[in-house]
């Protein structure tokens, strides 16, 4: 049996130019920026609507029970004895689809990506190896799909018939076999009821677990009816219709009778058949009438899925835009009003506590370094005095203490005077500890007030150690020591020779030289030769309260720079918290420019968007009135 004339999938496209919406739709995708996630899933939609533009085919899916003639029905529109009728239950396991092809072959596709082509020279040698591969369920469950190809007018129409398992087979992974046809493969599902027990429970239940959604790509054929009373024939497809409408809500059901032998039998030219002709024209307008229902459906189907990815897209852009729109309104009411916010009288305040808390936890850093540097002087005398006592003659002790002593009091001086660098690292670190609370009590200022909060991850101010710690008067404190040593008048103690001796020794060890000869002195006043220990010795307490008044200096130095390095310190506290008001501000009118700019972009985006939404729904318009179009077209036609 041929279609109609009149009537064609080419007809029906007629009615819409779907492609010029599709390529619409994917403009759109290529247009904005979506998430990953959202452009994926417009991405899958399009992919699968294109697809299925591509395919020309009409895909209708044949579903029924065991025993309700579903394999003599496909014959009947094929015009062959394709499928091999059987009393076993449950004749076919594989998803069957059978397409046009010049001549007869079987194409197995395997679950594992593995496929097998086999060519017949005939359609009776086809059938015999589909019915085996078709029945054989230890085989079949590695089975995805066999491709049938024949030379028949009804298919090279553009029209494929996919054959499925029976609804009420034994084994229930049948079930899930037709349930992936009629989700992934079908335009259009013929439901076969026997007409003479239409609709049994067995049938229901499938159509209700697994047919829900899809209940409007259904069309329902009555087959045995030539085995229905002639005068009870009219009430059992009013009985199907009505328990369609009602059980399963299905608004105008498609209901036909179909008598696939009177067709064979007419096509076969057997005569022996009762009311051969009249059953078969009534299964031909049965037959055209599915084939129309099914390319109104396609058609429909695709302007749906076109539907919903516009209505998706329209959806998406118009949340976002809102969604765009809406948050920078409020961030810039944020920054205009963090800009207005005076928080002069915080950072004030927060000075003035920082300030505090400094000088308070400071000063236990300076008893601290008290402690340190005392303990250091008592170490540096030690070393001082420790040395003049290790010279083994006058001799050695005149060349130290003019050429090397001076020079080992600065060296001490210098190791006290690095008790203050010691230090400086706690002043610093007491120094974070106060910007981190001053932090801590800006942001929680920010939540207080409801303005731009701004985190702080470093701080810029930097604190160098006072150069007083450097001890610039060293050299004077040292020779202090060789200075007040000179004033002694150690001739006094002796006779004018002794004085002319110690003066000799004096003029050639200048200052510390005329103390060490003085003190020889002593012993030539006495006519005594001199003692080198008793000399060392003296010269040893000498020294000791002229070394006291040199560390006392050198103390007086180390914390006169601690408290400078403190004073710099409470200075640098000052600057950051100012530094801090001046970056939030500066990061306020930087962001305030920023999202004044993209408010200025914005609007351009939202007249974009705007215009792409009336045109989503121009295009919307338009495929909706196409399908009412197709709608009135297909039953037009029916009616002629």
């Known amino acids: 049996m041929a279609l109609h004339n009149n009537f064609s999938w080419n007809t029906v496209r007629e009615f819409i130019d779907i492609d010029e919406h599709i390529l619409y739709a994917e403009s759109l995708i290529a247009k904005y920026k979506w998430s990953g996630n959202v452009r994926a899933g417009l991405m899958a939609q399009l ?24 394999s003599s029905f496909i014959n009947a529109l094929l015009g062959e004895q394709l499928l091999v009728s059987s009393v076993i239950q449950g004749t076919t396991v594989v998803n069957t689809v059978i397409e046009y092809c010049d001549r007869p072959c079987i194409c197995v596709m395997y679950r594992d990506g593995r496929y097998e082509v086999r060519d017949f020279s005939a359609i009776i040698a086809l059938s015999k190896e589909l019915s085996i591969l078709t029945t054989d369920r230890k085989s079949a469950r590695g089975i995805k799909i066999i491709r049938v190809g024949i030379p028949s007018q009804l298919l090279k129409s553009g029209i494929r018939i996919i054959d499925t398992p029976g609804t009420n087979s034994l084994e229930s992974w049948h079930e899930d076999v037709t349930r992936e046809a009629l989700r992934d493969l079908s335009d259009l599902s013929i439901i076969l009821t026997d007409a003479t027990h239409p609709l049994p429970v067995t ?44 059980e ?5 059901p498609v209901v036909l009778p179909y008598v ?127 040395l003049i006592r290790s010279k083994q003659s006058i001799e050695e002790l005149k060349n130290f203490m003019q050429n090397e002593f001076a020079g080992k009091c600065e060296e001490e001086a210098k190791a006290v005077s690095r008790c203050v660098e010691d230090v400086f690292p706690d002043q610093m670190a ?16 920010f939540k207080k007030l409801g303005i731009l909060k701004v985190n702080f991850n470093s701080k810029s101010t930097e604190v160098s150690v006072s150069d007083r710690g450097a001890l610039t008067n060293l050299k004077d404190a040292t020779a202090y020591v060789s200075k007040e040593l000179s004033k002694e008048n150690w001739a006094a103690a002796g006779t004018i020779a002794a004085a002319i001796t110690g003066a000799a020794i004096g003029s050639a060890i200048p200052v510390v030289g005329t103390i060490i000869g003085g003190i020889i002195g002593l012993f030539a006043g006495s006519f005594m030769m001199p003692d080198d220990k008793k000399v060392i010795n003296n010269l040893v307490q000498k020294v000791s309260p002229q070394l006291d008044a040199m560390f006392a200096k050198v103390e007086s130095d180390v914390l006169a720079a601690f408290d400078a390095n403190s004073d710099r310190v409470t200075e640098a506290i000052g600057r950051e918290i100012d530094r801090y008001l001046a970056e939030y501000k500066s990061i306020v ?52």
């Open 203 to 246: 049938l229901t239940d499938f159509m209700m677990e697994n047919l829900a959604d899809i209940y409007t790509q259904c069309a329902f054929v009555a087959t045995y009816y030539d085995m229905v009373p002639k005068r009870e024939r009219a009430d059992v497809l009013r009985y199907i219709t009505r328990k369609l409408s009602t």
């Open 47 to 70: 992919d699968k609507i294109k697809s299925k533009q591509r395919d020309t085919a009409l895909n209708l899916s044949v579903v029924g029970e065991f025993s309700t003639g579903k």
């Open 248 to 252: 399963f809500d299905i608004e105008e």
């Open 589 to 640: 009118d930087r962001q305030l420019k920023e999202y004044l700019d993209r408010s200025a972009r914005l609007q351009g985006e939202i007249r974009m968007v705007n215009y792409d939404l009336r045109i989503i729904e121009n295009h919307k318009q338009q495929l909706l009135s196409a399908s009412d179009k197709i709608t009135q077209y297909i039953h037009g036609y029916g009616n002629k």
């Open 260 to 386: 696939a032998p009177a067709v064979m039998a007419r096509n076969s030219g057997d005569t022996d058949y009762d009311n051969r002709d009249e059953f078969a024209e009534l299964s031909d307008r049965s037959a055209e009438t599915l084939f129309r229902y099914m390319a109104r459906k396609r058609q429909i189907a695709q302007i749906k899925k076109v539907l919903a990815l516009a209505s998706e897209e329209f959806s998406l852009l118009d949340v976002s835009i809102t969604q765009n729109k809406q948050d920078l309104e409020r961030k810039l009411d944020l920054l205009y009003k963090s800009k207005r916010t005076d928080l002069t009288s915080f950072i004030g305040l927060q000075k003035t506590v920082a300030v505090n808390d400094y000088a308070m936890e400071n000063r236990s850093i300076r008893m601290e370094l008290i402690e340190k540097c005392e303990k250091r002087i008592s170490k540096s005398k030690y070393n001082l005095k420790n």
């Open 430 to 445: 007491l120094f974070n500890v106060i910007i981190e609370n001053f932090q801590e009590a800006f942001e929680k200022e």
